[in-house]
């Protein structure tokens, strides 16, 4: 039984010393000594492979964390959050220990698990070498010394200081009260919510750190807009709520427009404490939505706002493996909806000029039974007024929507204030430039074109079929055979781990398509093994999954929707 224990472990690898470096395969198995047990899983096949697969397991009793931390799901997110971010920030992990991206969001990860009977951290080792030879006494040391002593500091709570065991108790408060505020906001008809005091702008254009305090203004909300929440642990929080409907933000160039827009965008995620966004909560299907040039575009019904082509092509079963700016912000907001969104983030820098306004001046030009787009400005209150989904958009050039606008607000230096009462003044002064009238492209009567797109669409069988498993590379990319999955548009993927996991769905979702149920309904189903079994569900039969992060089922949706050799039954 020596040769199953670290004692043994330490033997076994020392042994090693000079072999080549495959014999490390050899030390596959568990060990076990005073409760923890280390468990290789997976030996890199040499020193330039992907590192090895080790887990380190701790009984629950042996790890002590506090019952009332880890008695609900939100607990347990928190609890595996803080330990994957200790194990980041231990002064002595080994360089060649991997624990995987941790970022300013809180997400449920495989990196370290949480169960009411164990802690698993999820590790990637290199295996040390020269050249490629095995270098022995190196690699005792590190899997039967360092790895036992990172459980020892990281995942045992009776190791911790005290300043640490409350950090923790506060990590699970914050992330209980973020879901908790999150819940609210639909019965109060808020799309989202910006605490006062939130520090919005970012180090810089490449970070998501924020910028410090003494350099950033501080946000508070106009009185209009005020909303307060009280929350499980006792903390009340006031802030600005964002209504349903349409909420247009306005201001000058750099007053910070597009950088609350980008803070509801992550807010469908909770942050950590001194993220400055902790506060900026977003109901979770909020989508954000652009112009994509070039994106395929396969058998989606584009037609509330684009008909009448003159090439004849059917827009209601849209496809194009090059999609122009206006037809991929058009399949972009058809997805969105049919994935489920309550709410679309648009900002007019990153948008079709053409598929957000036309004026009056252009139509008279170019008649509209001559244009077969419909601009988005013709669709907006239907597509709230019909099917509840609200628009927050950013307008910096064009006052069109003004006149329709539920809410406007008016960024002035990064400090906001409510202006609908005076932007609808404005725009009755004005004349109307065309772009709110009740007819679309073509002449025929706005209406509700939305009840019908997208969400019918049937994955063939075998559609995602490849050679080898997709592969992630990096935030935006999964490569399928030879084809790429640009993801560089989908805006609210945060970490490579959420890439990860999509590429590990895109194989459930090909042994699982059975060419009759719907796309969407594909992937719910998914999700809803998510919830009730993890994420391990994305790699079936392996004991450590790698570093998955969950993502939504609509960036689940917008890589398939982004698959060049989509097949649709």
Request: overall charge neutral.
């Amino acid at each position: 039984m020596e040769r199953n224990t670290l004692s043994g472990l330490f033997s076994r690898t020392k042994s090693l010393d000079g072999a080549g470096y495959g014999a490390y395969k050899k030390l596959k198995g568990t060990y076990s000594e005073s409760g923890l047990r280390v468990s290789i899983d997976r030996v890199q096949a040499d020193p330039y492979a992907s590192p090895s697969k080790v887990r380190l397991i701790l009984p629950m009793q042996a790890a002590g964390i506090p019952q009332q931390l880890i008695d609900d799901p939100v607990g347990r997110v928190a609890v595996a959050d803080f330990l994957a971010r200790r194990i980041q920030a231990d002064r002595n992990r080994p360089k060649n220990v991997h624990i995987g991206d941790v970022g300013q969001q809180v997400l449920e990860r495989t990196h370290v698990l949480v169960t009411p009977d164990r802690v698993e951290a999820r590790l990637l080792v290199g295996l040390p070498a020269k050249g490629r030879r095995i270098l022995g006494r190196q690699a005792a040391h590190l899997l039967a010394d360092d790895l036992p002593a990172l459980a020892d500091d990281c995942l045992c709570h009776d190791r911790f200081a005290a300043a640490d065991v409350e950090a923790l108790a506060d990590h699970v408060a914050l992330l209980r009260d973020q879901e908790d505020l999150r819940t609210q906001l639909k019965p109060r008809k808020l799309v989202a919510f910006v605490g006062n005091g939130a520090i919005l702008p970012r180090a810089a254009g490449d970070s998501d750190r924020p910028l410090t305090t003494a350099q950033a203004t501080a946000f508070q909300s106009p009185e209009s807009l005020t909303q307060t929440f009280v929350l499980p642990s006792g903390r009340t929080v006031t802030g600005m709520g964002i209504p349903e409907g349409l909420t247009v933000i306005v201001g000058g160039g750099y007053h910070g427009k597009s950088t609350l827009l980008r803070a509801l965008e992550r807010g469908i995620y909770p942050h950590i404490a001194g993220d400055g966004r902790e506060w900026v909560i977003s109901r979770a299907d909020v989508a954000s939505v652009r112009a994509e040039d070039g994106r395929p575009i396969i058998g989606d019904d584009i037609s509330p706002f684009i008909t009448n082509l003159p090439t004849g092509a059917d827009t209601r079963h849209f496809t194009t493996t090059n999609a122009s700016g206006s037809t991929s912000q058009a399949a972009n907001v058809v997805e969105a909806h049919a994935a489920g969104a309550c709410a679309l983030l648009i900002d007019e820098d990153t948008s079709a000029t053409n598929f957000m306004i036309r004026d009056r001046l252009m139509q008279r030009l170019v008649p509209n039974d001559k244009e077969p787009i419909t601009p988005f400005v013709q669709r907006v209150r239907s597509l709230y007024d019909a099917t509840s989904v609200s628009t927050v958009l950013i307008a910096g050039g064009s006052g069109a929507y003004l006149r329709l606008a539920d809410t406007v607000i008016a960024m002035d230096a990064y400090r906001p204030s409510e202006v609908t009462a005076r932007a609808h003044e404005i725009a009755g002064e004005v004349e109307d430039t065309g772009n709110t009238g009740g007819t679309e492209g073509g002449g025929e009567p706005a209406q509700n074109r939305f009840d019908h797109v997208t969400a019918t669409r049937v994955l063939a069988r075998g559609t995602l079929n490849s050679r080898k498993p997709p592969k992630p590379r990096g935030l935006s990319t999964i490569s399928v055979d030879r084809s790429d999955i640009d993801l560089s548009a989908v805006g609210q993927l945060v970490a490579p781990s959420q890439t990860a996991a999509i590429a590990a769905a895109l194989v459930w979702l090909t042994k699982n398509a059975d060419g009759q149920t719907p796309l969407v309904d594909l992937v719910a189903r998914l999700e809803h093994q998510i919830i009730e079994k993890g994420l391990a569900v994305l790699a079936p039969g392996r004991d450590h999954p790698g570093h998955l992060s969950r993502p939504r089922g609509a960036e689940i949706l917008a890589a398939v929707n982004r698959y060049r050799d989509l097949k649709l039954a």
